[in-house]
């Protein structure tokens, strides 16, 4: 005795069709919203590390000048931030504010030092950071980027002194 099987030879229906169809679209558009959150992220994660690795040049920059170049805002503008640090490239609208305070003493007012747009202003001087042995240096790199275009700020913080810097 054998036994016949029965081969269908219908086709699908407009119905199945379209509900495949409309499955792939959806499978599609989820793998495409994926890809493009992913690439958000590690454009953020690339501006991060780009701040980053300015603010740790520019410490270092510092760390290898002598105590009377670093309290000198003059040379501090005119040498150390005359020029773009490397991989500032690819930060939008980036600024650099750079904050130097007397460390371990009570008194004694701020240097501050920005540049912005290429260029460096000096808004406030200290001649006496000269005769501290200590000072605070709050370097901050302010950008434009991460997911939505926000203003972001990156910042590091130094303790330097007469025989060299310690990060806190």
């Known amino acids: 005795m054998t036994i016949r099987t029965r081969i269908s030879t219908q086709g699908t229906t407009l119905t199945e069709a379209t509900v495949a169809a409309f499955v792939a679209i959806l499978i599609l558009g989820a793998l495409f919203t994926i890809n493009l ?12 590390t780009s701040a980053s690795q300015i603010l740790q040049q520019r410490v270092e920059a510092m760390r290898i000048a002598n105590w009377q170049q670093v309290t ?11 020029s773009d640090a490397n991989g500032s490239g690819g930060l939008k609208t980036m600024s650099e504010t750079l904050t130097m305070a007397p460390y371990g003493t009570n008194g004694g007012s701020t240097m ?3 540049r912005s747009g290429g260029t460096t202003k000096i808004l406030s001087q200290n001649a006496d950071l000269l005769k501290e042995n200590a000072m605070k240096v709050v370097w901050t790199v302010a950008y434009n980027g991460g997911m939505n275009g926000r203003s972001t700020t990156r910042q590091a913080v130094a303790v330097l002194a007469k025989g060299g810097v310690a990060k806190w």
């Open 72 to 82: 000198n805002a003059d040379w501090v503008r005119d040498n150390l931030l005359n």
């Open 112 to 114: 501050q030092l920005i």
């Open 37 to 48: 959150s992913s690439m958000k992220s590690i454009r953020t994660a690339r501006e991060a």
